[in-house]
């Protein structure tokens, strides 16, 4: 199961396990785009499925859950992706916002991991990586409520690690730097206005923080979250892996 697929990292992700001979199930909240990923898994040569849901609502991942397991099987991988929450810094962002982003970011990882973990345990294996943020080590003004909520994110990874180690059952998070996708470009836009550049040299800003130089491609994440997600990583557990080219400087 790879969660909020229909673009981005989360369909990279989709695409890479696919490419790995892996059954997949993708939700998104958007039908089309959904669908048109589904077509790209199918073209692929394995079984994939797509169910229309918003990982900030309990019942639709209790619905693409029961569904994912009548179609494809019991659930070996699970990816908790979501969309970013919304930016703003500490100070301006609204209750709603904060609410609302808890839902999304954290609150469906405790979910998707309480549906998917009593089957992998019944099997005695199972990969669950969670895709979060660099700025769970390195808050950004930007992103306050992102900022936060992946930082207790990492924290959820240990213990969950902890508590599902015993059943042969690894939990590990990929914390992605400035990576080309819509959101990237969403953010560059704010910045642009902020800054008064262009969208192409805001983008290109976020590039110069890597030690890389440059942004990095949904493929490059998705290949991290495969690896975890394999047999070889099996003793690899409650790391929160950046995956950032470089980005970042601090040493925790
Ligand atoms: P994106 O906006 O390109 O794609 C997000 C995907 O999630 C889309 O398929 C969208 O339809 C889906 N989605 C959004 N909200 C959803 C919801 N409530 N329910 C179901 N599906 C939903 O984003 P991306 O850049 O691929 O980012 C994926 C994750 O990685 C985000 O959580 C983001 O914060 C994080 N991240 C991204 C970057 C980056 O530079 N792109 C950097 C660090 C962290």
Do not use: Y
């Amino acid at each position: 199961m790879v969660a909020a697929a229909s673009k981005g990292i989360g369909r990279a992700a989709a695409l890479t396990l696919a490419e790995e001979g892996a059954r997949v199930s993708v939700c998104a909240r958007n039908g089309e785009a959904l669908d048109s990923v589904v077509a790209e898994l199918r073209g692929l040569g394995v079984e994939a499925l797509g169910v229309v849901a918003d990982v900030s609502c309990a019942e639709d991942l209790e619905r693409w859950h029961a569904e994912t397991v009548d179609a494809l099987g019991p659930v070996q991988v699970l990816v908790t992706n979501t969309g970013g929450p919304a930016a703003g810094v500490a100070g301006s962002v609204s209750d709603e916002a904060w609410l609302a982003g808890f839902d999304s970011t954290l609150l469906n990882v405790v979910r998707l991991v309480r549906l998917v973990a009593p089957g992998m345990a019944e099997r005695g294996w199972g990969r669950i990586v969670h895709v979060t943020s660099l700025v769970a080590k390195e808050p950004s003004d930007l992103l306050a409520i992102s900022s936060t909520l992946r930082s207790g994110l990492m924290g959820l990874t240990r213990l969950q690690a902890r508590e599902l180690g015993p059943n042969g059952i690894t939990v590990n998070g990929v914390l992605p730097g400035h990576t080309l996708t819509d959101r990237q470009r969403h953010l560059a836009e704010i910045r642009s206005a902020q800054l008064g550049v262009s969208v192409d040299e805001a983008l290109q800003m976020n590039g110069d923080l890597a030690a890389v130089r440059r942004l990095g491609r949904p493929e490059e994440i998705a290949g991290a979250i495969a690896f975890l997600c394999s047999e070889q990583a099996g003793f690899v557990t409650g790391v929160n892996l950046l995956v950032d080219g470089g980005a970042t400087r601090g040493l925790g």
